[in-house]
Structures are given as structure tokens and as C-alpha cells.
């Protein structure tokens, strides 16, 4: 009886922190702490290539805000991290956005230098005409026409992961694809405010930038549009509730028998 509680005991341990661990992003960019810090403690400290300011009670929470304008050569933040498939199969990114200015196909995030990359911003080179907020999927556009629109904020998402890839507007689906970038195709670095290889620079403000090294589901998107950086609980293996009904259900007969 003992060594079955012991037994019992020592797996409600070491599924109970499993349950409540988070899903960990790579990199959280507030700018509460500074135009370049992670502040997910991760490391993964941005460089400041110029072109973007930090602006007090501009965010879309009412905090700091990072104001990005268009310069010539390459500008934004360059945050070190490589997105390319061959180093992440899946992921996922975002931001909330507000847009100043509607001027080209600019990028609030992007590792693109020509090739078959990953980019989220806005474009109008979708099966459906009008000026959207869009992912790149390495070979065409997937977008949602006609929403982008200037002074007002809108959360930005979008999931790679193979067939199953989604962008995300205000924590909702908006368009589904396939992604078919590259496996190791970009030489650079995922960018915040531009797209490093066509200078496809974002004119107005970015808040709370996420990455995260898997695809998240569509209620974690939600959940972040609504309630910020959540932890979401890692989904109970399918099997385990049967087995620790079992043991449960062996250590009371083990009991009535002793009595």
C-alpha cells in the first residue's frame, strides 16, 4: 500500500508543474525596459538600426510604444534571432500595430532578403484585391484585403506551421496557408519595423513584439489578444487520467484488503 501511494504521489508530482508550465516564448519586446531589451529573459537583445524612437503613453495599453519612420538603407531593430525552417519548422509571431501611413507593402516583421522568407505586415499582392494585413508564405501572399487602415491598433499574428499556417487578426483567424519558405534561405535576422531586404519600412507604432519557437494554437492567439503574454497550460497526455484512475482505484483495494 505504501509503495503504491509513494507511487501515486510522485506522478501527481511530476504531472502537476507539466501541466502548469508555460509555453515559453523566444523573445518579448515591450518597450517598457528599452527600444532593444527581451524581456521575455531569454537574451535576445535587439540592435537599434535606426529609423525608431520610444513614445511614452503611446501604446495600445497606454504605455510605451515604439514609433517607427521610414530612412533610407536599412532601419528597425534587428533582434539576432533566426527565424529561417531549418532552425525553427514552426513558430510564431506578432505585434499590435498602428499604422501612420499606408505608403507601399511596408513590414512590422520580417527576415527577408529576396528569397523565400516568412513576413508580416501589409501588402496587396493577394488572390483578392485591396490594401490587407498579410503574411508572406515564402511564395505568395496570403492576406486579408482591405483591412489595413491607419490611427487605430489592431493585434498581429501569424503561425507557421506546414499546411496548418494562419495569420491572425485581433485574435481571430483571418486567412489560412501553407508555408513554403525556405528550410535556410535568409542570411538575416528577424527585423521589427521593416523588411531588411527591400527596405519595406513600417511608418507607425509597434507594441508588445512576440516570437515564440512553436505554432501556437488558435486559442493561445486569442488569449494573448486578450489577456497579454498568458501562460497556457500544456494539454494532459491522453492516456494519463486512465492510468492514475487505475492506480487510484488499485491502492483502494490494496486498502480494503489490509482492513
Known amino acids: 500500500m505504501k509503495r503504491i501511494s509513494l507511487t501515486l504521489a510522485f506522478i501527481a508530482a511530476t504531472v502537476s508543474p507539466a501541466l502548469a508550465a508555460p509555453i515559453s516564448p523566444l523573445a518579448i519586446y515591450t518597450f517598457e525596459n528599452g527600444l532593444v531589451t527581451d524581456d521575455s529573459g531569454n537574451g535576445n537583445t535587439g540592435t537599434d538600426l535606426g529609423g525608431v524612437s520610444l513614445l511614452a503613453g503611446a501604446g495600445h495599453d497606454g504605455g510605451t510604444a515604439a514609433q517607427f519612420s521610414a530612412l533610407a538603407g536599412r532601419t528597425g531593430i534587428d533582434t539576432g534571432i533566426d527565424i529561417n525552417r531549418g532552425v525553427l519548422a514552426e513558430m510564431t509571431m506578432g505585434a499590435w500595430v498602428n499604422l501612420t501611413s499606408l505608403t507601399g507593402i511596408p513590414k512590422v516583421l520580417s527576415h527577408d532578403d529576396f528569397g523565400y522568407d516568412r513576413s508580416l505586415g501589409v501588402d496587396y499582392r493577394g488572390d483578392d484585391p485591396g490594401v490587407g494585413f498579410a503574411a508572406f508564405t515564402g511564395s505568395y501572399v496570403a492576406d486579408a484585403p482591405g483591412t489595413a487602415t491607419t490611427g487605430s491598433w489592431v493585434h498581429l499574428a501569424v503561425v507557421y506551421s506546414g499546411a ?20 535556410n534561405d535568409s542570411v538575416f535576422n528577424l527585423h521589427i519595423g521593416t523588411n531588411p531586404g527591400f527596405n519595406e519600412d513600417w511608418i507607425g507604432l509597434v507594441d508588445d513584439v512576440f516570437v515564440y519557437g512553436r505554432a501556437l494554437s488558435a486559442s493561445d492567439i486569442g488569449d494573448i489578444y486578450a489577456n497579454g503574454f498568458g501562460a497556457a497550460p500544456i494539454p494532459l497526455p491522453a492516456g494519463l487520467p486512465l492510468l492514475l484512475a487505475g492506480l487510484g482505484g488499485l491502492a483502494l483495494v490494496r486498502r480494503k484488503k489490509r482492513c
Do not use: E, I, K, V
Not at 487578426?169 to 519558405?181: H, I
Open 164 to 183: 496548418s499556417s494562419a495569420l491572425y487578426l485581433n485574435g481571430s483567424a483571418a486567412a489560412s496557408f501553407t508555408d513554403l519558405s525556405a528550410a
